[in-house]
């Protein structure tokens, strides 16, 4: 496996307590070589600290919000022409050490998009909050239905992909609730999807982004986002 061809990307946002033991973890595997942090408008000292880490660091002007940050990290990797992306979340959540196990069905061909999912057995780690898994399951039926592709982790950012996923995603990719929808363009463009089995641990520090599966009023948001981004139609890629 070439080093060169793989790159990680973290999202982040007011991270400074949790950006460094993430990069140290990552860096601490053989299998990557290069990193990438795109700083999504931090008002502390993420970038500053993911810069002392010798890593790329991409800071956008202002808080855009976490699907336009990973757009970012997908649109570098694809002008850099790496060949597979994984994408980490920097608080801790995401246990890099399976990072290998979603890559091996990306570099088999089994898919073009392997996702982590903490609801596959053995059932080890942190499952979320009661509330936050009722949605995650309403979300996971709903877009089992609609892509005819068995989903059990929506909303996990726990990701790899391959470069047709990423040139998909690098020009087509959701903004306001970009896991579940992502899952809906990825059906769009005949994207194959594969869930592993992975370990999620409790955020280290800090609030987490995701915020929709906490209220009925944005359980509903969600839902007509997911419907909407179905009767989209396919456009070009190249």
């Not at 700083?39 to 790329?56: C, L, P, R, W």
Request: glycine share 6%; aromatic share 10%; proline share 4%.
């Amino acid at each position: 496996m070439d080093k060169n061809k793989i790159l990680v990307i973290i999202p982040a946002f007011n991270e400074e307590n949790n950006i460094v033991n993430t990069i140290k973890q990552i860096k601490s595997l053989s299998l990557v070589k290069d990193i990438l942090v795109i700083n999504d408008g931090s008002s502390d000292q993420t970038a500053a600290n993911a810069k002392e880490e010798g890593v790329f660091v991409v800071s956008l002007p202002y808080n855009l919000g976490i699907g336009a940050a990973v757009q970012a990290g997908f649109q570098f990797a694809y002008k850099k022409d790496y060949e597979y992306v994984i994408r980490v979340d920097a608080d801790g959540q995401h246990d890099v050490n399976y990072i290998n196990d979603l890559l091996v069905p990306v570099l088999n061909r089994d898919a073009d998009i392997a996702i982590g999912s903490r609801f596959i057995k053995p059932f080890t780690g942190y499952q979320s909050s009661f509330v936050r898994r009722v949605g995650i399951n309403f979300f996971a039926q709903l877009l089992s239905f609609l892509t005819s592709q068995h989903i059990t982790d929506p909303t996990s950012g726990f990701q790899a992909l391959n470069r047709k996923a990423l040139k998909v995603f690098s020009k087509y990719y959701p903004n306001d609730f970009p896991e579940p929808e992502a899952i809906v363009v990825a059906g769009r463009y005949k994207l194959k999807i594969k869930e592993i089995p992975v370990k999620m641990n409790k955020r280290a520090s800090g609030s987490s982004s995701i915020r929709y599966l906490k209220t009925l009023y944005y359980m509903i948001k969600v839902t007509f986002a997911i419907l909407l981004d179905k009767i989209k139609t396919k456009k070009g890629i190249d």
